[in-house]
C-alpha cells in the first residue's frame, strides 16, 4: 500500500498537470495535501482540515500588482471575485468574513484599483453621480414639502383621464359603411 507522502505526491502532480506551478508553489501543495491525508488518516473530520490557517497573511495576499486567494494560495489575479465562484463557490461576502477582512477593502490589486479610480475621475463619473444625488433629493424634498391638494385626482387617475376616449362608431354606421 501506498505512504501517504506518495498519495500527496500523486494527487499534486496531477493538479500541477493541469495547472502551472512554481517548485515552491509545488512543495507548499505537497505539504499542505500531506497534512490534509494525515489529519483524515486521524480521524479529524474535513471541516477541521479546510479551516487550516493560510500560508500567507492578508496584509501579503493584496500586493500592488496582484492578489493572493488565501483559500488555495494562486496568486495572479487582478480581481478575486471571479476566482471565488468559479474555483471555490464561495461569494466575496463570505470570504471576507472567514479570513476578517474588512468589508471596505477591495478584492483587487491596488494598482488595478487605482487605475479603475482615475478612468473614472477622468470621465468626470464622480460629478455626474454627484449631480444625479442632487436632483433625485430635491425630488424627494419637493415631494414632501408640496400639500396635497384636496380632491385632486391621484396620478394614475389623472394620466387617464388626459388620454383621450377612442371613438366609437355607432353599429349602424359601421353597417351602411360596407
Known sequence: MATLVEIAAQLVSSHASSTPMTSDELL???AK???ALKNLEAGQTLDAVEEAKPSITVKDA???NEVVCLLCGKGGFKTLARHLTT????KPG???KQFGISSKQALSAKSYSEARRKMAQDRGLADNLAKAREVR???IEAKKTAPAKPGRPPKAAAAKAAKPAKA???AK???AAK
Request: glycine share 4%; hydrophobic share 50%.
Open 28 to 30: 507548499a501543495e505537497i
Open 33 to 35: 495535501v500531506h497534512a
Open 62 to 64: 493584496f500586493k500592488k
Open 87 to 90: 474555483a471555490h463557490g464561495m
Open 94 to 96: 463570505a470570504y471576507k
Open 137 to 139: 433629493m430635491a425630488n
Open 168 to 170: 366609437v362608431k355607432p
Open 173 to 175: 354606421a359601421v353597417k
